[in-house]
């Protein structure tokens, strides 16, 4: 167990560099992509079982997502495989192997839909992991695949704009829509309503989908700017009132409750001197952010005006993972180091007590 003075209510050690997390669709189980090829599983509730490692890849694992089955999980490697990784079990399945190319973004969707990218070349799997429609080229190397949380569409991004496919539908032909620059990964509303999407210079754009696929040249786009750095990690808020993004020396967060978000100063979290913002981690039901910094700090930064709480201080490494589980009760984050930290709501409210009472 953490030290009574500290919000944590776990931590553990892995010994080796880790380089991203995520958790599965159920939210009861995370995955930590480790820099040696080992994959780290890990319950994401405070049940005190620690994490464990399996074989995953001769190399790295450059993308992981939670995988179509809501239990298990999708991994990426430079060795050219494509693993689902079952959380309960010692060895993974090998979905696609051989293909003598990086595998370097992968998603899914709980309607079965998978896809993964090769250089400039997309493919699609289904339900099975047999191809679900051929390999489609790309015009430019692809920057970001995402399927839109109630599985309409699925958004490639790379040079000069974005390929929007039908998720369901993959036999019907994409929608370009077009937006000069390099665009990498994305986020959508949860209504898959808009998509934003980060690119190379720093800054933000997207659509408002239903208007940009019908086409035309009057459709609404959407461009925030001002960025010091690229933001490599965004998402919405509870209820998709606010796109929280990473980025810059606070956490960015745009209103999409109130008009047009770009019209309006966004809402600035967390701001320190001399640390960057590297992942952010909107709760799922309550209005606060946990925010990852470069150099390990993470606070929980209420989106209502309540007071920010310090939760771990300066560790001396970027944090690489942040995500809340399925009853938003627990934080799991990872350090590029190897170590791991749970919060739980009693942690942190003991440690916040135990503040308050000094």
């Known amino acids: 167990m953490a030290d009574p003075q500290a919000a944590y209510a776990r931590q553990w050690k892995l010994g080796m560099p880790a380089l991203d997390m995520t958790l599965n669709r159920q939210g009861l189980w995370a995955m930590i992509s480790m820099g040696d090829g080992h994959l780290a599983i890990l319950p994401a509730a405070d049940t005190g079982v620690g994490p464990s490692l399996i074989e995953g890849h001769e190399g790295v694992s450059l993308c992981c997502a939670p995988d179509a089955d809501d239990h298990a999980f999708l991994s990426g490697g430079s060795d050219g495989r494509l693993l689902l990784v079952d959380p309960e079990v010692d060895i993974p399945t090998v979905l696609v192997e051989g293909q003598g190319r990086w595998i370097e973004h ?182 606060m952010v946990a925010v990852g910094y470069d150099d390990g700090m993470i606070i929980f930064a209420p989106l209502d005006g309540r007071m920010e709480v310090l939760v771990l201080p300066p560790a001396g ?30 942690s942190v409210s003991r440690f916040v007590r135990g503040q308050v009472g000094a």
């Open 106 to 287: 992968v998603a899914a969707h709980a309607d079965g839909v998978r896809a993964y990218a090769c250089g400039k070349t997309l493919y699609r799997l289904d339900e099975m992991g047999k191809q679900a429609a051929p390999p489609v080229e790309m015009p430019f190397s692809i920057g970001g695949l995402s399927v839109s949380p109630q599985g309409n569409y699925l958004a490639v991004t790379h040079y000069g704009g974005a390929h929007i496919f039908w998720a369901k539908e993959p036999e019907k032909e994409p929608r370009f829509l077009e937006w000069k620059g390099s665009l990498l990964n994305m986020a959508w509303s949860p209504d898959d309503l808009v998509l934003l999407s980060a690119l190379q210079d720093g800054s933000l754009h997207g659509w408002k989908i239903e208007e940009a696929l019908a086409g035309g040249e009057e459709h609404e786009q959407i461009h925030m700017q001002g960025y010091a750095n690229k933001v490599h990690s965004m998402a919405f808020s509870a209820g998709g009132k606010y796109l929280v993004t990473s980025g810059a020396q606070q956490a960015i967060c745009w209103s999409f409750s109130q008009g047009r978000p770009w019209d309006n100063k966004p809402l600035a979290l967390g701001g320190v001197d001399a640390r960057f913002v590297v992942r952010v981690a909107p709760h799922p039901r309550d209005d």
């Open 317 to 346: 490494s970027p944090v690489v993972g942040l995500a809340w589980n399925n009853e938003a009760d627990a934080l799991i984050a990872v350090l590029q180091s190897g170590d791991i930290f749970m919060f739980t709501v009693k």
